[in-house]
């Protein structure tokens, strides 16, 4: 309070619990008409909404019990691995448009073998020693690279 006062107070409290929990929830109904649309569910009725909604609680829920950490680094991977393809796809229209495609086909490798290196060595992944890790990282993003430019720089 003496360092921040009440306006300082007032933003670290909406900084720390409201927008975490509305997060929460936009991630949860997110999470639910994305699953409706997929399994072709219609959602117009409370009960339909809840056959989703409560089974993506209680994972959510039992999700609390799970060491955090190893959850975030699972999520920091998986958003990665959306990095990369939302990168590429980005590449792909740049150079169907005739566009400087290595502002996005640039970050795009990088991800890559970040993406390998992480998985392959980290104790959730694979366990390899970080110089194996790094070299087939290295390889597999060539590969990757390579056969994505065959395929689409025509």
């Known amino acids: 309070m003496a360092l921040l006062g009440p306006i300082g107070v007032a933003l670290t409290v ?4 409201v927008c975490p929990i509305t997060t929460g929830d936009t991630a949860l109904r997110s999470s639910r008409i994305t699953l409706s649309d997929e399994l072709h569910i219609n959602q117009e009725k409370l009960v339909s909404r809840l056959k989703l909604a ?4 209680l994972a959510s829920y039992a999700l609390t019990f799970v060491d955090f950490t190893l959850v975030w680094r699972y999520f920091a991977w998986a958003q990665l691995i959306t990095a990369v393809a939302v990168l590429l796809s ?10 400087p495609y290595i502002i996005t086909l640039a970050p795009a490798i990088v991800c890559t073998l970040i993406t390998f290196g992480y998985i392959l060595q980290v104790p959730e992944g694979l366990r390899l020693p970080s110089m194996v890790a790094n070299i087939i990282s290295v390889i597999a993003t060539i590969i990757i690279t390579a056969i994505f430019l065959k395929k689409f720089k025509k």
């Open 14 to 17: 909406i900084g720390v619990v």
């Open 54 to 57: 409560v089974p993506l609680f």
């Open 90 to 99: 980005a590449t792909v229209y740049l150079i169907q448009k005739n566009k």
